[in-house]
Nanobody, 131 residues
Framework: QVYLVESGGGSVQVGGSLRLSCAASGPTYVRSHAIGWFRQVHGHDRELVAAVNWNGWVGDFPYYPDSTKGRFTVSRDNAVDTIFLEMRSLKPEDSAVYYC????????????????????WGQGTQVTVSS
């Protein structure tokens, strides 16, 4: 079992930045799990915006879809079991509820895109970008 709690959402103007946090806890050793950040707009499917994958050779390594590459940065601080999502140059279309989720390490990074493969989810945090 993994418990995930997101924080850091809020309102920001176009071009601004936000840092989201995902605090992980529970009996499962989450440091060797992949963590994905998804967002969802009402009426639409959840979309992966960034993920940190893991393997036994290199440890953590990030994955970004084209829609956020260069603007979003994901990182993990194992000392505090927290995963961060730094978002820059925010646009109105970035407005959504943002979730973090955990799954076993993905052998192929493209598998990180699939929300159904994630076992545990946080409750979400709202991000609103206004002009």
């Amino acid at each position: 079992q993994v418990y995930l709690v997101e924080s850091g959402g809020g309102s920001v103007q176009v071009g601004g930045s936000l840092r989201l946090s995902c605090a992980a806890s529970g009996p499962t050793y989450v440091r060797s799990h992949a963590i994905g950040w998804f967002r969802q707009v009402h009426g639409h499917d959840r979309e992966l915006v960034a993920a940190v994958n893991w393997n036994g050779w290199v440890g953590d390594f990030p994955y970004y879809p084209d829609s956020t590459k260069g603007r979003f940065t994901v990182s993990r601080d194992n000392a505090v079991d927290t995963i961060f999502l730094e978002m820059r140059s925010l646009k109105p279309e970035d407005s959504a509820v943002y979730y973090c989720a955990a799954r076993p390490p993905a052998p192929d990074s493209t598998l990180l895109l699939r929300p159904d493969d994630y076992r545990w989810w946080g409750q979400g945090t709202q991000v609103t970008v206004s002009s």
